[in-house]
C-alpha cells in the first residue's frame, strides 16, 4: 500500500481522516482496535483477579489504594474502549463502504464524529492518572511513617472521579457550536471533577502532616507530582469555565496544562512507583543520589519546557503550527532548553535501571524484608528478589 503517513493529527478528527486520510489511515484503524482488543482483555483480566483471588481477609475495604486505582481503571478501560472501536470502524464505513457517519453531503454530521471521540478521550485521562494515584498513596504513607489519611474518601474519590468522568467530555467541544443547556450542564459537571480530587490532595497534605518524613528518591517524585498536579489542576479549572474557553481553546494554554496534570500525573507517578519497588523487584538498591539528580533535573526541566507555554497561550499561540512568528520565538527557546533538560534526566534514568538491574548492590533490609522502614504491604513480606511461585499458600490478611 503506497502513500504518505497519516497526516491528520493524534485526535484524526472527520472528514480530515475519513475523506481525506491517505491509504495508511486503515493501517490506523487497524492499529487502533488491536490496542482496544489488548487494553479490553487486559482490563478484564485485571477486574476477575481482583474479585477472585484477593487473599483470605482481604475485604473491599482492606485493598491497598494501589489495587482500588487499578480496579477503577479497568472499569474506565471496559467502558470507552468499544466506543473508541466504533469510532473507528464507522470511520471505516465512511472509507470504504459509503456510508455517511461523518459525512455531511451524505446526511451525516462531523460533530458526531468529536462526541463519539471524546467520549473516550476524556476517561483516557484517568486511565492514565488513577493507577498513578494509587502508587502516590502507597509512597507518602511510607516516607511518611504513617497510615494513609481517610482511606474510605479515598476510595469513594477515586470511584467518584471514575464516574463524573464519563458526563463531562463535551467540555473539549464547547466551541462546536454546542446548545448554551449542554455547555452549562458540562461546564458543571466538569468543576465537580475537582471535589473528589481536591479530597484526595487534601488527605495526602494530611498524611505528610506532622509524619517523620524522609526525601528518598520515591517521596521526592511523590511531592513534585502533588505540586505541580494542583498547579495543573488549577488552570483546568480555567479550561472548564465555557466563556474563558473560547480564549484558551485550542491555543499553547491547553498544551501547557495537558503536560502539567499528565507529566506530574502519569510520568511522575510512574517514575516514583519504579524507584519504590525497584530494589523489591530486582533485589539490588540503585544509587539514592543519581536518583535524586534525575529528579531535580526532571523537575526543573519539566517546568522549564511547560511553563512559558501558558503565556504563548495567553498571548494567542495557537496549537499544532509547524511554525511560528516571530513575537513567540523567545519563549519557544526557553521551551526547548527545558525540553533538552527533562530528556537528558531520563537517560540518566535508564542508566540507574540498567545498574540496578545487572549491578552488585544489594537492597538493605531495614526490618524483615522490607526496603522501605515505613512500608507496608504483602509485597514487603518477601525476599528481594521474590521467588517464582510467590505465596502458594495464600497469605492471612
Not at 479490553?40 to 485493598?63: E, H, Q, S, Y
Not at 494554554?253 to 516514583?272: M, N, R
Request: a neutral charge; one cysteine or more; aromatic letters at 18%.
Amino acid at each position: 500500500m503506497s502513500g504518505p503517513a497519516p497526516d491528520f493529527g493524534w485526535t484524526f478528527y472527520a472528514p480530515l481522516s475519513t475523506l481525506y486520510g491517505p491509504k495508511s489511515t486503515d493501517f490506523f484503524i487497524f492499529s487502533i482496535h488491536m490496542m482496544g482488543v489488548s487494553s479490553i482483555l487486559a482490563a478484564l483480566n485485571i477486574v476477575v483477579t481482583i474479585f477472585n483471588m484477593r487473599a483470605p481477609g482481604m475485604t473491599w475495604m482492606k485493598l491497598p489504594i494501589f489495587v482500588w486505582g487499578w480496579l477503577v481503571t479497568a472499569f474506565l478501560l471496559l467502558g470507552v474502549m468499544p466506543v473508541l472501536a466504533g469510532c473507528v470502524t464507522m470511520m471505516l464505513m465512511d472509507r470504504h463502504f459509503h456510508t455517511s457517519f461523518f459525512n455531511a453531503a451524505g446526511g451525516g454530521d462531523p460533530v458526531l464524529f468529536q462526541h463519539v471521540f471524546w467520549f473516550f478521550g476524556h476517561p483516557e485521562v484517568y486511565i492514565l492518572i488513577l493507577p498513578g494515584f494509587g502508587v502516590i498513596s502507597e509512597v507518602i504513607p511510607t516516607f511518611s511513617r504513617k497510615s494513609l489519611f481517610g482511606y474510605h474518601a479515598m476510595v469513594y474519590a477515586t470511584v467518584m472521579i471514575a464516574v463524573v468522568g464519563f458526563v463531562v467530555w463535551m467540555h473539549h467541544m464547547f466551541t462546536t457550536g454546542a446548545p448554551f443547556v449542554a455547555q452549562l450542564f458540562f461546564m458543571y459537571a466538569t468543576m465537580l471533577v475537582a471535589v473528589p480530587t481536591g479530597i484526595k490532595v487534601f488527605n495526602w497534605l494530611a498524611t505528610l502532616f506532622k509524619g517523620s518524613i524522609t526525601f528518598e528518591t520515591p517521596m521526592l517524585f511523590a511531592i513534585g507530582f502533588l505540586i505541580m498536579f494542583t498547579l495543573g489542576g488549577f488552570s483546568g479549572v480555567m479550561l472548564a469555565l465555557a466563556p474563558s474557553d473560547y480564549q484558551y481553546r485550542d491555543s499553547y494554554f491547553v498544551v501547557a496544562h495537558f503536560h502539567y496534570v499528565l507529566v506530574s500525573g502519569s510520568l511522575f507517578t510512574i517514575i516514583a512507583a519504579i524507584y519504590y519497588w525497584l530494589p523489591k523487584w530486582t533485589g539490588k538498591m540503585y544509587s539514592e543520589r543519581l536518583g535524586q539528580l534525575h529528579f531535580w533535573l526532571s523537575v526543573i526541566g519539566m517546568n522549564v519546557t511547560f511553563l512559558p507555554m501558558h503565556f504563548l497561550g495567553l498571548a494567542g499561540m495557537p496549537r499544532r503550527i509547524p511554525d511560528y512568528p516571530l513575537q513567540f520565538t523567545d519563549f519557544n527557546q526557553i521551551c526547548t532548553i527545558g525540553a533538552f533538560i527533562f530528556g537528558l534526566a531520563q537517560l540518566i534514568f535508564l542508566y540507574i535501571i540498567l545498574k540496578s538491574c545487572f549491578g552488585k548492590e544489594k537492597t538493605p533490609h531495614h526490618l524483615d524484608n522490607r526496603v522501605w522502614e515505613g512500608a507496608h504491604g504483602l509485597e514487603w513480606t518477601l525476599p528481594s528478589p521474590p521467588p517464582y511461585h510467590t505465596f502458594e499458600t495464600p497469605p492471612a490478611v
